[in-house]
Structures are given as structure tokens and as C-alpha cells.
């Protein structure tokens, strides 16, 4: 059975992702802090889906849970075949009110867990001629003028790795896809201390819409997946706006400080 390890599945978009692979039959290594959610999730997906499931608890900021989880994707024994980078968080502060050490969180996992792992899976995925990765990146790195830094710049950066990377394996059997949701229902805003409350249900995206337009677009062949009609439009349609005129626009949106 192919095997799919899923970093960040305990809530939200990648616990979808978790679901959705576990229900098409592939066994699954969940990777993410909290011990007590990735058992819960494994006996979940073990009883509903008799799949195998392997739980790795890391934090994929600190280097040494970072290079056990590079060991498993470069283990010839048990391939993984399907590597969602998932594990994400954002900033609910502006830019100057940051911490050193919040900074370097999110470079660390939006950027060198990102890295890291999309590097220790392709060698095995190439040689075997048959291999997935799709990052979990966000509209926010398709316009990272129109989002808070550093939050834009890293899943710009998560973008631009897999369209490179996109480049180099055609023909390979392995594919690579940047997943772009908009602002999607799950525990993400609440951890970053944002209340988007007020904004219209018709922004919102469920985590299982999500998952099954990327899985889709990934069996298409696709390389950046925007999930649904309406976000591709209006990405299609801000992207007309210049870089700078965009910058200007959001800068004119925001309190002043
Ligand atoms: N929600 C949105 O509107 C939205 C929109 C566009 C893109 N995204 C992206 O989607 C991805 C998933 O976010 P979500 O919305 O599903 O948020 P979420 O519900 O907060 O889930 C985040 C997941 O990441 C894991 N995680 C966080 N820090 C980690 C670390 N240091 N090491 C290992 N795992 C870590 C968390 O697990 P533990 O706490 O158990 O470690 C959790 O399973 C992120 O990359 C996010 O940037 C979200």
C-alpha cells in the first residue's frame, strides 16, 4: 500500500488530508507536537479506514525532531510515496511587534522544515519513478504584497520551491504541487489571535473542499491549486493589479502605526 506522511494533521486542513488519503486506501505517518491528538487521529483512521498509520511527534522547528522525520522520508523500507507539508501557523502581530524568536519559528517551518523534507523525499520518489509532494502554501503567497509579513513572504517562498522544483521533474513520474487555499475554517486564525468573525461566510472554505480540489488538481497534473471557482478568479483578477500599485492599496487599508 502507498504511504502518505502528513506534517500538521492534528486540526484543520491537514487532519482533512490525513482523512481523505486514509479513505483512498494508503497508509499514513502523521507528524505534528501533540501526542494525545495524532493517537486520537490514528485510532480513528485505523478503525474507519484499516489503514496503518505510524505517529511521528515532532516539533519541525527544532533541528533534531526535524532530521528523525528526514530519516523516515530517506528509509528504502516502508517508501513514502505521497509528502504533504502541512504544518503551518501565522502571526497574529504586525511585522515590528515580532519577536526574534516568533520570526525564526516561521522561517524554520514555513521555510527550512519545507525545504528539508521536500529534500529527503525526492531522491527515493525519483528513483522508484512514482511520488507526490504537495505544500500547503496560501493565496497569501501568490500575493504577498496583500498579507503581513513575514506570513506572505514564506509561502511565497513555499510557491516558488515547488513551481522550481515543478520544472526539474517533468518526466520523472513525480509530481509537486503548492497548494493556495483562501481563508479556510479550522484552528488557524484562533491560534494567531486574529477575530475574522466579521468577515461574509462567502470568503470561507471548508479544510475537506480544500484537500479534495488539491488532490484533484494534483491527479491533473496542476501545479499551483487555487481551491475553488472563486478564489481563482479573484486571484486571477488582483493579479492584474501592478506589484507596487497593490502595496500602495494596502498600505492607503491599514491604521496608520
Ligand atoms: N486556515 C486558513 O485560512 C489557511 C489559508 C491558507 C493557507 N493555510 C495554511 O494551511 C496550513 C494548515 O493550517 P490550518 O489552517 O489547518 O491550521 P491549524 O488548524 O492551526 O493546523 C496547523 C497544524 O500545524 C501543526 N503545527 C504547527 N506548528 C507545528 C510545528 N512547529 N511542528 C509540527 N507541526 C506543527 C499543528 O499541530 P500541533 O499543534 O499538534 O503541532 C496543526 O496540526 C498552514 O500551512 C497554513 O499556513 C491556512
Redesign the pocket.
Known amino acids: 500500500m502507498p504511504i502518505a506522511l502528513v ?8 487532519r482533512a488530508f490525513a482523512l481523505q488519503l486514509a479513505a483512498r486506501g494508503l497508509d499514513i505517518v502523521l ?4 501526542a494525545a ?1 495524532l493517537e486520537a487521529l490514528a485510532d480513528n483512521l485505523r478503525a474507519r479506514f484499516a489503514v496503518s498509520v505510524e505517529v511521528l511527534v ?4 527544532d533541528r533534531d525532531d526535524l532530521a528523525r522525520v528526514e530519516a523516515r522520508l530517506l528509509a528504502a523500507e516502508r517508501p513514502i510515496h505521497t509528502l504533504v507539508n ?5 502571526a497574529g502581530t504586525v511585522f515590528e511587534a515580532a519577536t526574534p524568536e516568533q520570526l525564526d ?1 516561521m522561517i524554520a ?1 514555513h521555510v527550512t522544515a519545507v525545504t528539508r523534507l521536500t529534500h529527503a523525499a525526492l531522491p527515493g520518489m525519483r528513483a522508484r519513478r512514482s511520488g507526490l509532494v504537495l505544500t ?5 503567497g501568490l500575493l504577498p504584497a496583500m498579507s503581513t509579513p513575514p506570513y506572505g513572504a514564506t ?1 511565497a517562498y513555499q510557491v516558488a520551491l515547488m513551481e522550481g522544483l515543478a520544472g526539474t521533474l517533468v518526466g520523472s513520474g513525480v509530481s509537486v504541487v503548492a497548494v493556495c ?4 475554517r ?4 484562533q ?1 494567531a489571535g486574529l477575530d475574522l468573525s466579521r468577515l461574509p461566510s462567502v470568503v470561507w472554505l471548508s ?1 475537506h473542499r480544500v484537500v479534495s480540489d488539491a488532490l484533484r488538481a494534483a491527479a491533473r497534473g496542476v501545479v499551483i491549486s487555487i481551491p475553488t471557482k472563486r478564489y481563482r478568479y479573484a486571484i486571477r483578477a488582483a493579479s492584474l493589479i501592478p506589484r507596487g500599485t497593490s502595496a500602495r492599496i494596502v498600505r492607503r487599508g491599514k491604521p496608520r502605526g
Do not use: E, M, Q, W
Open positions: 506534517t500538521g494533521p492534528t486540526s484543520g486542513i491537514g507528524v505534528a507536537r501533540d491528538r515532532a516539533d519541525l522547528t502541512n504544518a503551518g501557523f501565522g519559528r517551518l500547503v502554501a496560501s493565496v497569501a509561502k487555499p483562501g481563508l479556510t479550522t484552528d488557524f486564525h491560534r479544510p
